[in-house]
Structures are given as C-alpha cells and as structure tokens.
C-alpha cells in the first residue's frame, strides 16, 4: 500500500480536492490530507465543484498536520507554498516530498458564477496534476 499525505496551509479547498482526486482513482492507496494551520470546515464551494464531477467531498473535515508526524509516507505533497515553506519535520520516514503548486481559490473575489470559475480552474489543474502522479505510482508498482 502506498502512503500519501497532502498538505496545504488551511485543508479547506486544494489539498481536500487532491485528496478526493486520488481516491476516486482507486489503487492501493492510502490518501490523506491534513493543513497547517487547519481552517475550521471544507470550504462550501471546493465541495461544489467536486460534486459537479461526481466526488464526494463532504464529509471530510481538516486535520492538523500534527497528528501525522510521526507517521511514514511513501509520499509528502505541498500544493501551497506557504505549506512548502512551514512543513514540518517528521519522526516517521518521508520517502519522496513534492510540491505542486497552486493558487488559492479561497481568495477569489467577484460574482459567485467568477468566483466558482476559479475553483472549478484549480480543480482541473489539481485534476490533471494527480492523474499524472497517480498514473506514476501505478507504473511503479508493476
């Protein structure tokens, strides 16, 4: 089983979206997501857009990264940069750290209709980035 851990400041939109991307893809993995600094909730319009594509994120809720420390991955990803720059040092074994980068659709400003436009953006980027690491994995499971 392959070990994943996403990362983000707040847990509240990218790494939550990345979370249900990688499930949804299916595998032998084990997929978290933690912040940290954990918002309070999932942000509302991060389980929109998800649910538009048909995944689930609703009932998630986000971690502090603390809880998480002392645990081995097989994988650490950063999709913000402050969390790229405050990630936290773990006890457990870190076999390959990542950092994809994307902007914070939480700070959109506008129109709900612009508003959504820029989640359902990073959306399909944080899509299309996870299939293609989760199509890597896959190859080297075989």
Same mark, same amino acid.
């Given at each position: 089983?392959?070990?994943?851990?996403?990362?983000?400041?707040?847990?509240?939109?990218?790494?939550?979206?990345? $979370?249900?991307?990688?499930?949804?893809?299916?595998?032998?993995?084990?997929?978290?997501?933690?912040?940290?600094?954990?918002?309070?909730?999932?942000?509302?319009?991060?389980?929109?857009?998800?649910?538009?594509?048909? #995944?689930?994120?609703?009932?998630?809720?986000?971690?502090?990264?603390?809880?998480?420390?002392?645990?081995?991955?097989?994988?650490?990803?950063?999709?913000?940069?402050?969390?790229? $720059?405050?990630?936290?040092?773990?006890?457990?074994?870190?076999?390959?750290?990542?950092?994809?980068?994307?902007?914070?659709?939480?700070?959109?400003?506008?129109?709900?209709?612009?508003?959504?436009?820029?989640?359902? $953006?990073?959306?399909?980027? #944080?899509?299309?980035?996870?299939?293609?690491?989760?199509?890597?994995?896959?190859?080297?499971?075989?």
């Amino acid at each position: 089983m392959t070990h994943i851990l996403i990362l983000c400041t707040g847990n509240s939109c990218r790494s939550q979206m990345a $979370e249900g991307f990688l499930k949804s893809l299916g595998g032998d993995l084990a997929v978290f997501s933690a912040g940290t600094e954990p918002a309070d909730e999932v942000h509302p319009y991060a389980i929109r857009v998800m649910s538009e594509i048909g #995944i689930d994120i609703s009932s998630n809720r986000p971690e502090n990264v603390d809880r998480f420390l002392r645990r081995s991955f097989d994988y650490v990803i950063t999709v913000c940069d402050q969390a790229r $720059e405050t990630c936290p040092v773990f006890t457990g074994d870190v076999k390959h750290r990542l950092h994809m980068g994307f902007k914070d659709p939480a700070g959109a400003v506008g129109s709900e209709e612009k508003v959504l436009a820029v989640f359902r $953006e990073v959306r399909d980027r #944080i899509r299309q980035n996870f299939h293609e690491l989760h199509t890597q994995i896959m190859k080297g499971k075989k």
